[in-house]
């Protein structure tokens, strides 16, 4: 079964940059997006950006341009964001998620499979 | 950026049917989808393409709608169905999702 595998929480200190990683199991890798989604506490979800594994190409949410780097290892299915120049607006749950085809009339992507999430507090 | 608009809360008795509904600030399509999330837990997808129901998920949801008005409907609500429900877009660069709807069981 497809599994998207986080890593754990993390405390960063304001300025600081974190890296958290998602490994992939149960399908195959470089067949699908992942894109990596932020819940601030009791909010919504933002769209950060998305990554191809099989030619590390990207797209990103203009918002986050400049803030979310995103980067794969094929070799062990791994998918990896890292967040730089940390402030408090970036406490927040982070996820992992597969990008999905749907291949209909009007054809779209959406987000079958979610990892557990990776919570960042930003605090000195 | 599509706003997707959504009701903040729902409160109905098991048994009952319940319509939930996402209005886009501009056409999306058919490229709509709704994700459940219980405290604690990662969304899970319910239903893509506006009214695809995903594998595994109980019939009793459902979802329509296209361009800019949608719906998602459980019928009947259970207790179990006690969650926020979002919606999001893919039609239109970036990928949106509405502020969530919560539904409690009364």
């Known amino acids: 079964q497809v599994k998207l595998l986080q890593s754990g929480a993390a405390l960063v200190k304001p300025g600081a940059s974190v890296k958290m990683s998602c490994k992939a199991s149960g399908y195959t890798f470089t067949d699908y997006w992942v894109s990596w989604v932020k819940q601030s506490h009791g909010k919504s979800l933002e769209w950060i950006g998305e990554?191809?594994?099989?030619?590390?190409?990207?797209n990103f949410n203009e918002k986050f341009k400049g803030k979310a780097t995103l980067t794969v290892d094929k070799s062990t299915s791994t998918a990896y964001m890292e967040l730089s120049r940390l402030t408090s607006e970036d406490s927040a749950i982070y996820y992992c998620?597969?990008?999905?085809?749907?291949?209909?009339?009007?054809?779209?992507?959406?987000?079958?499979?979610w990892g557990q999430g990776v919570m960042v507090t930003v605090s000195s | 950026d599509t706003v997707l608009t959504q009701s903040p809360a729902l409160a109905v008795s098991p048994g009952e049917r319940v319509t939930i509904s996402c209005r886009a600030s501009e056409s999306v399509s058919t490229g709509m989808h709704w994700y459940q999330q219980k405290p604690g837990q990662q969304p899970k997808l319910l239903i893509y393409?506006?009214?695809n129901l995903e594998s595994g998920v109980p019939a009793r949801f459902s979802g329509s709608g296209s361009g800019t008005d949608f719906t998602l409907t459980i019928d009947p609500v259970e207790a179990d169905d006690t969650a926020t429900y979002f919606c999001q877009q893919s039609w239109n660069d970036p990928y949106t999702f509405g502020a969530g709807t919560k539904l409690e069981l009364k």
């Open positions: 990554i191809y594994p099989n030619s590390g190409a990207t």
């Open positions: 393409g506006a009214s």
């Open positions: 998620t597969r990008l999905h085809y749907y291949d209909g009339y009007y054809p779209s992507y959406y987000f079958d499979y």
